[in-house]
């Protein structure tokens, strides 16, 4: 199968990794010709390493990277059975991107976008065919992250959408199906994630460090939200929350937060820019003294909100339970599913703790989802 890929950016050059791992041949479009050279080179470190550490041959690694081929000419993406764009965030640009494309493939070839935050709908509707046109949705490092989302637009038809989903589980990835929405799963479900924790230490409650500390003791998360705000970015993470927050007509569940915004306009970025909540140069935050009830006061928090997310996402029927749980464990390494949590706990036990923050604080941020208050009434589960 040729495999076209159109950016070479973090996110193309990794799914171009993945497809000729999976034997595919494929082409990588960039405009610009240094993106290439980069990616070219980039991925021969990769698989440097990758000899060094044992996990392929010298000769696996050349035949990888043998089957991708960089090119700054469109054209020769012509006669692809699927091409996926994953070049700059921008609606305009991505739909002259897919007209430009429909020209050069055959009308059965799959049309896929990676975008994060636009809709396919949108992107779609700058074909002439636009039933070939599919979201998917991989996360960073691509090769790395197991879960795909994979997002059909209105138009989609019910074959181009199985065939996707065929090629990429074929590439040894984890798919899940979600509706066209904003955020998808994950971007949507983990919101809380972030948005809790952030408002946590804007109350005064406890530091990052203290925030960080609670989910990962408590709750066996493998990074807090500062630090993993720190890893993403706080400009990348901070426009995320924006871009789901007016796409949700300013629901103020999502809505985002002024400590964030600062730290994105003074450039403290995280990791990437040597400060964020966190110092790099000397890692100068401690935790200092705190009590384990007030570490269990926060992970419940924070949890129970991310429940509720989860919890709401099905019950406007984003996904299947299965596929929530299963995005949240692999698109953002969850210690586990949020329903299965759920259940663990209690839907009862949940709906609890978030009435008693909607009490607190009488904001419609805190509303239960009115599943959890359907199924607290019935004594059901989500899953046993
Ligand atoms: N970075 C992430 O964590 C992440 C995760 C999932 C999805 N995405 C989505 O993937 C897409 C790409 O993100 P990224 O982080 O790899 O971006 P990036 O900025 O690293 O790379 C984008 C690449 O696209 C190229 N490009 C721009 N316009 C082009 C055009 N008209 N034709 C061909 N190439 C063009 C640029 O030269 C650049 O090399 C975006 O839609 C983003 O929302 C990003």
Same mark, same amino acid.
Not at 330 to 337: A, D, L, R
């Given at each position: 199968m040729k495999v076209g890929i159109v950016g070479c950016g973090s996110m193309g050059s990794g799914i171009a990794q993945v497809a000729a791992t999976a034997k595919e041949t494929v082409v990588v479009y960039d405009t610009n010709a240094n993106a290439l050279e980069k990616a070219e080179s980039s991925l021969r470190k990769i698989f440097n390493r990758l000899i060094e550490k044992g996990k392929y041959t010298e000769q696996e690694a050349n035949d990888i990277i043998g089957r991708i081929e960089y090119t700054n000419?469109?054209?020769?993406?012509?006669?692809?059975d699927i091409v996926i764009e994953a070049i700059i965030e921008s609606l305009e640009i991505k739909q002259s991107v897919f007209k430009q494309l429909e020209g050069l493939v055959s009308k059965d070839a799959i049309l896929a976008s990676n975008t994060s935050s636009l809709s396919i709908a949108s992107i779609a509707?700058?074909?002439?065919?636009?039933?070939r046109v599919v979201g998917i949705h991989f996360f960073n490092p691509a090769p790395l992250m197991k879960l795909v989302e994979i997002i059909p637009a209105v138009s989609t038809s019910s074959a181009i959408l199985t065939k996707a989903k065929e090629i990429i589980d074929s590439w040894g990835k984890t798919t899940v199906l979600v509706k066209d929405?904003?955020? +998808?799963?994950v971007n949507r479900v983990a919101r809380p994630f972030y948005g809790e924790a952030l408002r946590i230490y804007e109350e005064g409650i406890a530091n990052f460090a203290t925030i960080d500390a609670a989910m990962k003791q408590v709750g066996g998360f493998r990074m807090g939200p500062f630090e993993l705000m720190d890893y993403i970015g706080n400009d990348i993470n901070y426009t995320v929350t924006e871009t789901v927050f007016k796409a949700f007509y300013y629901d103020p569940r999502y809505k985002p937060s002024f400590t964030q915004k600062r730290m994105s306009e003074a450039g403290y970025l995280g990791r990437k820019s040597g400060k964020?909540?966190?110092?790099?140069?000397?890692?100068?935050n401690s935790q200092g003294e705190i009590s384990e009830e007030v570490l269990e006061e926060i992970f419940n928090r924070i949890l129970a909100m991310l429940i509720n997310e989860a919890a709401d996402a099905l019950f406007w029927n984003i996904a299947s339970k299965e596929d929530i749980d299963l995005a949240m464990r +692999?698109?953002?390494?969850?210690?586990?599913?949020l329903l299965a949590w759920a259940d663990e706990i209690g839907i009862e036990t949940i709906l609890n703790r978030l009435n008693s923050l909607y009490e607190t604080y009488?904001?419609?941020?805190?509303r239960p989802s009115p599943l959890l208050r359907k199924m607290a009434k019935e004594g059901s589960t989500f899953f046993s």
């Open positions: 000419t469109l054209e020769k993406l012509s006669g692809a509707a700058s074909c002439e065919f636009s039933s929405t904003p955020g +998808f799963i964020g909540y966190y110092d790099y140069s000397d890692n100068a +692999f698109g953002t390494n969850y210690p586990k599913g009488c904001e419609d941020r805190y």
